[in-house]
């Protein structure tokens, strides 16, 4: 008798609980949507700020203004964490064509990618080789690269649901395209940009020139897809037509920058943190609108919805905005050298990186238990329509943060337009939704009151049934 007594206790409490839970999370939810701050910050940091490339003016005036913010929320903490971060000038606009004979050209809309190196004053003129990647490069060897501009022009493979994982077929070819085009006596590099769209829009992104000496660093630039199928069907009917280029953009010294933090210390843990973090420097096309402001400002509302629904956390929950995810991660690595230096315990690290759309779960990072724990969690957020909950992968910030015992995980939204604005000039404001964004900044906002009220070693309702 008294052994069914128990189960009967355990099972009231454990229904409970998950009552309680069901009922936080109408309470976030409904937070977000009627009283969030997420699309007024976001409003600020793009359309009075704009653009925020790591050294610039706009990166300088968004740590402060952030800064400012969280000040404002009444949190337990707020500060600035100094990193020194790479500062590259696009300088004035870049100017490209296609000429097919002496004074008959079509011009063509490219930008430089970041890092590039400029082309001479006067511009660069060559003939141009159109490769599909860096194998069929290197296959091809010196004699057939020499002196020519490569043309990396693998698309994104559009069958793909998973469109980071399309993004992640391609980004070698801009990433490290002018470094092995260098070594191979290259004049320059025009990469497709990582768009799964045809429009005329470039893309920019971050790119290396490894260990290759000085002379051989050669320009880059990404063409737009549209410019891309022209050149290549122009180069299929006149393989001797010449790609004109010019870019002043330039690698200036390294400069102070910050990471921008708040924390809500907590009640019962407090040397356990919660983090949650987007980064807050962008490309200099748009106004990173989607990348990344959108995650920045609902991290920012993560823990004024956790104070706003009366949630009093019991581990420290702290924000992170991060400089210089973009071409560098200087941020992300200065924050967890900091960490382990301090041996800060960051049981969960949460980044939302991925565009300010609809939110569909999460991918999480961590030991197959600590991810069961956290499936058993799974039907309170089914009424919010989040259900991917999958294992592997996380974000750039929070992926220096992993370690044996800990969980670090992404937010996952909708991803089948983010590469329509990703790193171009129409990242902007007015292509996030409102509600999406609040959105995700509730969804972040339960999955955190979740960590902080089980913690990662009792994390679900099942497991506490089988004690
Ligand atoms: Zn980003």
Redesign the pocket.
């Known amino acids: 008798m008294k052994f069914f007594l128990t189960i009967l206790v355990v099972l009231l409490s454990f229904n409970l609980t998950a009552q309680d839970d069901a009922e936080m999370f109408k309470t976030i939810y409904k937070q977000s949507l009627t009283n969030g701050k997420s699309y007024e910050w976001l409003s600020h940091l793009s359309n009075n700020i704009g653009s925020r490339l790591s050294g610039s003016l706009g990166a300088e005036r968004a740590v402060e203004y952030t800064k400012e913010e969280l000040e404002k929320l009444g949190l337990d903490k707020v500060w600035l964490q100094p990193v020194m971060v790479p500062r590259w000038v696009r300088g004035a606009p870049e100017f490209a064509f296609i000429e097919t004979a002496p004074g008959q050209t079509t011009q063509v809309n490219i930008c430089a990618l970041g890092g590039s190196v400029a082309t001479p004053l006067g511009g660069l003129k060559a003939n141009v080789i159109e490769v599909k990647g860096i194998d069929e490069l290197k296959a091809l060897g010196k004699s057939k690269v020499e002196g020519k501009i490569v043309f990396f022009n693998r698309p994104m493979q559009p069958d793909l649901i998973q469109t980071f994982e399309s993004y992640g077929g391609c980004a070698d070819q801009r990433y490290s395209g002018a470094y092995e085009a260098g070594k191979l006596g290259a004049a320059g590099v025009i990469v497709r940009s990582l768009n799964l769209r045809l429009d005329d829009l470039p893309h920019t992104g971050a790119m290396t020139y490894g260990d290759l000496p000085v002379s051989q660093r050669i320009p880059s630039a990404a063409i737009s897809t549209n410019d891309a199928e022209l050149l290549s069907s122009m180069l299929a009917l006149d393989k001797n037509l010449k790609f004109y280029f010019k870019q002043q953009c330039q690698q200036l010294s390294d400069v102070q920058s910050y990471n921008v933090i708040g924390q809500i210390t907590g009640s019962e843990f407090p040397d356990e943190y919660i983090l949650v973090g987007g980064?807050l420097d962008?490309w200099d096309l748009g106004d990173g609108s989607h990348?990344?402001g959108a995650?920045v400002v609902q991290s920012m509302d993560v823990l004024r919805l956790l104070k706003e629904s009366g949630i009093k956390p019991k581990r420290s929950i702290r924000v992170v905005l991060f400089m210089n995810?973009?071409n560098g991660l200087r941020g992300a690595l200065k924050y967890a050298e900091e960490a382990k230096r301090k041996g800060e315990n960051h049981i969960f690290s949460l980044e939302s990186?991925a565009g300010g759309f609809t939110p569909r779960g999460f991918q999480f990072d961590g030991s197959e238990a600590a991810f069961n724990k956290v499936l058993g969690w799974q039907s309170l957020f089914k009424p919010y329509l989040i259900h991917y909950f999958e294992k592997g992968g996380s974000g750039?910030d929070v992926g220096p943060l992993k370690t044996a015992t800990n969980v670090v995980a992404g937010l996952r939204p909708d991803s089948q337009r983010y590469f329509d604005h990703h790193h171009a000039a129409n990242d902007t404001f007015e292509h996030v939704n409102k509600r999406e964004l609040e959105l995700g900044a509730a969804t972040m906002t339960a999955l955190v009151y979740l960590f902080d009220k089980y913690g990662i070693e009792t994390i679900s309702h099942t497991e506490k049934l089988k004690d």
Do not use: F, I, R, V
Request: charged share 55%; aromatic share 0%; glycine share 12%.
């Open positions: 980064h962008s990348d990344d995650g995810e973009e990186d750039a």
